[in-house]
């Protein structure tokens, strides 16, 4: 289990504890740490943090700093190019499941509100009511009255707020 430590300079450490070059924590009290990096000591206080993205500011003897710090899952998700506490907007609506479209609410440039409904898909001789994941103006609606559709085919795509 590896951590990385990223300073506001641009270094970055790989610290894995019980490696030999692992950092030696003592802890002095709540959020004060004396710490052997190698062969130098250090004294840390962590003042905020950390936050869902990892950003912490601690105090290294007496000096200020503001960094990072991700742990293994943190790191494993955005080298996947995604994130764990970052909310995503989704830009398209897919159908859940193959089916056709029996009917279509809205149009381009239709605003919605997250909960509308924005058409309905027949699959398996039951009607299904597919509405917006969330709030946003509509670009382009795909799905049209009649067309069969396959699982995960985009049905209707929203404008992105940049």
Known sequence: MEWEVRWPDGRVEQVAPGSEESWDWKQLAPGVFDVRMGNRNVRIERMDGPDEKGNVTIRVNGVVQALQVLGPQQLLLESMGMSANVETQEKH??????????????????????????????????????????????????????????????????????
């Open 93 to 162: 609506v897919e159908s859940p499941m193959p089916g056709k479209i029996l009917q279509v609410m809205v149009a381009t440039g239709t605003e919605v509100d997250e909960g509308d409904p924005l058409l309905v898909l027949e699959a398996m001789k039951m009607e299904n009511v597919i509405r917006a994941p969330r709030s946003g103006v509509i670009a382009v609606v795909q799905a049209q009255v009649g067309e069969a559709v396959e699982k995960a085919a985009t049905l209707v795509t929203y404008e992105m707020n940049e």
